[in-house]
Structures are given as C-alpha cells and as structure tokens.
C-alpha cells in the first residue's frame, strides 16, 4: 500500500525568508501524481502544486518550487519570499496515475507559521 | 464558474441521532470524493461516486455510513446513529471526466462540513 509521510509536524519562517517542507512517500508503483496542498485556518484545501512522476522536471508555481527525487521517493516543497498569508497546514498527497477517480493519499500535515 | 459547495459547514449532533452531509460538485464534474479529516490527522478517503453509481468505497466503514451522488442533486454522505468518534470534518472534491488516458483528474475540494457529536 501507497504511504506518505511528513516527518516535520511543524515549521516556522520570517517574513521574505524561505522555508523547505519535507514529505516522501512509498510506492511500487512507477507512474503516479504528487501534489501540495494547502488548508488555512478557513479549512478550505487549496491546491498549491502539483507534479507529474514521469516528468524529470521539477514543478513551480510562482513562489512554491518542488524537489522531486524519484529514486530517493522525497518530493519537497519550497516557499519563497514567504509571506504572512502562507501560513497554514500544508499536506503532501500521492495519487496514482491512469485511472480515473482514483483516491488522494495524504501525509499528516505540516503546520507552517510565519513571523514579521 | 462556483467551486465545490458544502453544506451545511457546521453540523451539531447528539449520539445516535443522523447526520446528512450534503456536496455539490463544479459544473460540469461527475465525480465526486468523500474524506474525513480526524483532528490532527491528513485527509483520509472514504468513498468515490459518479452519477448514480458508488465506484468505490473502500474507505467507508462498513456500518452507518452510506453515499449517494443521484442523477438529479447534490452528492449525500449519510451517517446513521452517529457516536462521538465521528466527530470530524468531511470534505468533499469533484473532479471532470477526463478521456485522456494521460491526464490526470485533479480534485477540487469544498470547504467542508464539521461534525461535532455530543
């Protein structure tokens, strides 16, 4: 079975600064999805990045960059310039590829906090 | 084009009583997602229906719950005689239908639905 794990249960950073959070994953599978998803306090998931397994290229979406290392299965996500209205839960989530409607598998969450 | 919308967002239960959740996916998305987010814990997947037909539920517990995403309305998660161990948020997502083998679905999430049992 599929596994995500985020092993930083909480992160802080100032204002500007950047921040890594940490998530890998379990799979036998070799074509999947991975995803980082962000829940402030609203509760509302917001979809802040995905990426594709069989791309070598690391996703970015403005401010938010992932390091994706297929071999060592850890899919990390940077912040930049990071700003008050980031802090929130952030949740890693793996999902397998060419089936639709299959399940997300999510992580525990990292909760990121952020200081001016 | 409104995103997923939940309702109600927040539900107040004694035990044993029912609790409805109801979903309303995106236009123009027939699939739609259950999870439930225990506190302190990720999301963790319940059961995913398209129109009229439950595809797969293997994270529903096999009592006192049940979903239904009709032709007509919103998708219903249902649970029956609730106990405080079910006190949680539900979220629902959606997702198109996509005919690209290659693509992937990404699921759009509501806002969710606390549930809180006394």
């Known amino acids: 079975a599929q596994t995500v794990t985020q092993s930083q249960p909480e992160m802080s950073v100032q204002e500007a600064e950047t921040v890594t959070l940490s998530c890998t994953y379990d799979?036998?599978?070799?074509?999947?999805?991975l995803f980082w998803y962000k829940q402030p306090p609203s509760r509302q998931m917001i979809l802040v990045i995905r990426q594709e397994a069989y791309k070598q290229q690391n996703a970015t979406e403005n401010r938010f960059s992932v390091n994706f290392q297929k071999a060592a299965k850890s899919f990390s996500l940077k912040i930049s310039d990071s700003q008050l209205g980031d802090a929130a839960m952030y949740f890693c989530?793996?999902?397998?590829?060419?089936?639709?409607?299959?399940?997300?598998?999510f992580g525990k969450g990292t909760t990121l906090s952020v200081s001016s | 084009n409104a995103g997923v919308m939940q309702n109600p967002r927040h539900l107040v239960r004694r035990r044993g009583q029912e609790a409805r959740l109801r979903c309303s996916p995106m236009?123009?998305?027939?699939?739609v997602y259950w999870y439930r987010q225990l506190p302190e814990e990720g999301l963790k997947f319940m059961v995913y229906?398209?129109?009229?037909?439950?595809?797969?539920e293997s994270g529903m517990p096999k009592e006192r719950f049940s979903a239904e995403f009709p032709k007509e309305g919103p998708s219903i998660l249902r649970i029956q005689q609730v106990v405080r161990g079910d006190s949680a948020a539900y979220f629902c997502?959606?997702?198109?239908?996509?005919?690209?083998?290659?693509?992937?679905?990404?699921?759009?999430f509501g806002p969710g639905t606390r549930l809180t049992v006394l």
């Open positions: 989530a793996y999902r397998r590829r060419g089936q639709a409607g299959t399940a997300l598998i």
């Open positions: 236009k123009g998305h027939s699939h």
């Open positions: 997502a959606s997702s198109p239908v996509i005919l690209d083998y290659k693509r992937t679905d990404t699921q759009y």
């Open positions: 799979t036998s599978e070799s074509d999947y999805y």
């Open positions: 229906l398209q129109k009229e037909n439950i595809i797969d």
